[in-house]
């Protein structure tokens, strides 16, 4: 069958995205390091604690304990980094035209669980997409969100004077701060679940993240094929 | 005829089955969600299955070595800055973020303010400098860097609490990041300040409440065994939710919590609130700090 490379990511989008993942990283290491020094957060359910952020020995590993000074000062630095690459990566996104792939269309909450039911096997077609399917777009605009949460949850914690209209809009200086560890908690989670669609969607899926390109079958011509619609096929 | 649309349909099939794709699902059905907001597809020319791994192989060769060269300067630099460079690094960024929160600073820009029964229960953090007991009786406070004097003048708590009493519930933040709401009780440290005016930078005679900006750029607090000491900037200071406080949730500051006189702020984390003062002075140098010694950002402010 007849290949064709395809160009899948601009340039642009693949140095933010690998740029991002060092400095996402390092905020959440040293959010973990502020995070320590008043750590209150956790699941309860009916007034039992069925899980503490964090438990000692995940602090002792991890070596955290006693370092809120050295958080703070990589957190107000690469604060900084982040938020200029989020902000140009969404403008690149909008200038070039790569929303496009990115953000949900109508239909997408709908045919969303269908590719979750195709991905873990459960039904064998997938609903149709574009570049991503419609799980990925949903979690990709939801993740650039997420980021923006994090940028004004953060500035909402540390001018709660200065932007106090902002820190008033999450719900107070306290809210704000919860708010801020679960979005948090939820990069972790996209992480994970990112790393094993990368790690299930196989190598030329992640090298196309690399080098911008894939290679695909030639699409076969859909309109010399006699079975486009359930009436052309029964002719 | 009829036995071409044999093969395709074949081709359909195997194509469906092999990808999990309907075929006519990407690129040009309307259901597609590709078509739906007119992405766009960057194709090459058909190749053969050879020409196509070599082109991939080539690109990915070049791709990873720019991002492997990319990564290891990455790694190596970050590892090779030294880490006196890396705090000197920290802490520039520190006054970088600095400047910019004292550029948007408005005197007018208020906490928000709580009913007195918002007051939570209090917690107690920090005991530096408050080693032995104090007798308030006997405590006086010493104000250095005054307009128009050179040796300190000498306070004592009956000369604060002459002055405007003032009440501020505000939102007591903690750098740890917890807060309570706490009802303080003193004395506008700008009331203070204009009752015992600072030098001015100019030298003219001072005229807090109508320019501020010609006095001296800095205050030095610390308890009376300077075992602890705060630098505070004059606007931060001057802002009206800035309290010399001597009562707190309506009872005589305890000895753990500051008496018989500290900071009260809206404008700061509680590092800065400094308990238990022991002298003031107004000054041009950017005084020392005790936490920022320990990697802390100095300004601290909100």
Redo the contacts between chains.
């Keep these: 069958?007849?290949?064709?490379?395809?160009?899948k990511h601009p340039l642009a989008i693949r140095w933010l995205h690998?740029i991002n993942f060092?400095l996402l990283a390092l905020m959440i290491w040293s959010g973990l390091l502020?995070?320590w020094?008043?750590p209150?957060y956790g699941i309860r359910l009916f007034g039992y604690e069925l899980f503490k952020f964090f438990p000692q020995g995940f602090y002792d590993a991890l070596s955290v304990p006693q370092r809120?000074?050295?958080g703070?000062?990589?957190h107000?630095?690469f604060m900084?980094l982040f938020a200029i690459n989020g902000v140009v990566y969404v403008i690149y996104t909008i200038v070039s035209?790569e929303w496009?792939?990115i953000?949900p269309?109508?239909?997408?909450l709908k045919?969303a669980p269908y590719v979750a039911l195709?991905d873990a096997h459960i039904i064998?077609?997938?609903?149709?997409?574009?570049?991503y399917?419609?799980a990925q777009?949903l979690s990709y605009t939801s993740v650039i969100l997420m980021g923006a949460g994090s940028v004004l949850t953060g500035l909402a914690i540390y001018?709660?004077?200065?932007l106090?209209w902002l820190t008033?809009l999450f719900g107070?200086?306290?809210w704000a701060?919860w708010i801020h560890f679960w979005l948090t908690i939820s990069f972790v989670l996209f992480f994970l679940v990112h790393v094993l669609q990368v790690a299930m969607a196989g190598w030329r899926n992640f090298?196309s993240m690399?080098?911008?390109?894939?290679?695909?079958?030639?699409?076969?011509d859909?309109k010399?094929?006699?079975?486009?619609s359930g009436e052309d096929a029964a002719t | 005829m009829s036995e071409?649309?044999e093969v395709?349909?074949e081709?359909?099939r195997e194509?469906?089955e092999r990808?999990?794709?309907?075929?006519?699902?990407?690129?040009?059905?309307p259901?597609?969600?590709?078509?739906?907001?007119?992405?766009?597809?960057?194709?090459?020319?058909?190749?053969?299955?050879g020409?196509?791994?070599k082109?991939?192989f080539i690109?990915?060769r070049?791709?990873?070595l720019t991002?492997g060269a990319a990564a290891v300067a990455?790694i190596l630099g970050w590892s090779w800055i030294s880490s006196e460079t890396k705090?000197a690094?920290?802490r520039s960024?520190?006054e970088f973020?600095e400047s910019l929160?004292r550029a948007?600073?408005r005197p007018s820009?208020?906490?928000?303010e709580f009913p007195l029964s918002s007051v939570t229960p209090i917690r107690t953090n920090g005991y530096e400098g408050l080693e032995g007991e104090i007798d308030p009786a006997k405590w006086t406070l010493a104000v250095g860097g005054l307009a128009g004097r050179v040796d300190d003048l000498i306070l004592t708590l009956d000369d604060i609490k002459k002055m405007p009493r003032a009440d501020l519930v505000t939102?007591f933040?903690?750098?740890?990041?917890?807060?309570t709401i706490v009802h303080w009780t003193g004395v506008l440290f700008s009331d203070f300040a204009a009752a015992y005016p600072p030098k001015t930078r100019s030298g003219a005679p001072p005229d807090v409440a109508g320019s501020p900006h010609d006095l001296v750029e800095y205050v030095s607090l610390n308890t009376p065994d300077e075992k602890y000491y705060v630098g505070w900037d004059m606007p931060s200071i001057l802002h009206p939710q800035t309290l010399l406080a001597y009562e707190m949730n309506g009872q005589p500051l305890r000895p753990e919590n500051g008496a018989p006189l500290r900071l009260a702020s809206?404008?700061k984390y509680g590092i800065k609130q400094i308990k238990r003062i022991g002298r003031i002075e107004f000054t041009n140098e950017r005084p020392k700090d005790f936490?920022a010694e320990?990697?802390?950002?100095w300004y601290s402010?909100?």
Excluded at chain 1, 105 to 108: A, D, E, M
Excluded at chain 1, 224 to 228: A, V
Excluded at chain 2, 19 to 29: A, I, L, N, Q, R
């Design positions: 069958m007849p290949k064709q490379l395809e160009k690998w060092p502020i995070y020094a008043n209150v809120l000074a050295e703070m000062q990589i107000f630095f900084w035209g496009r792939a953000v269309v109508p239909g997408s045919r195709h064998k077609k997938a609903p149709p997409q574009g570049k399917n419609d777009r001018k709660p004077l200065q106090s008033a107070g200086y306290e701060r090298n690399i080098t911008g390109y894939d290679v695909v079958d030639v699409p076969v859909t010399e094929l006699p079975i486009q | 071409n649309k395709l349909a081709k359909v194509f469906e990808t999990g794709h309907t075929v006519d699902s990407y690129p040009d059905d259901n597609n969600t590709a078509s739906m907001l007119k992405e766009h597809r960057y194709l090459s020319e058909p190749l053969t299955d020409e196509a791994a082109r991939i690109r990915s070049r791709s990873f991002a990455g705090t690094l920290y960024s520190f973020n929160s948007f600073f820009q208020l906490a928000k939102e933040k903690c750098i740890e990041g917890w807060s809206a404008t936490w320990y990697g802390y950002d402010g909100l």
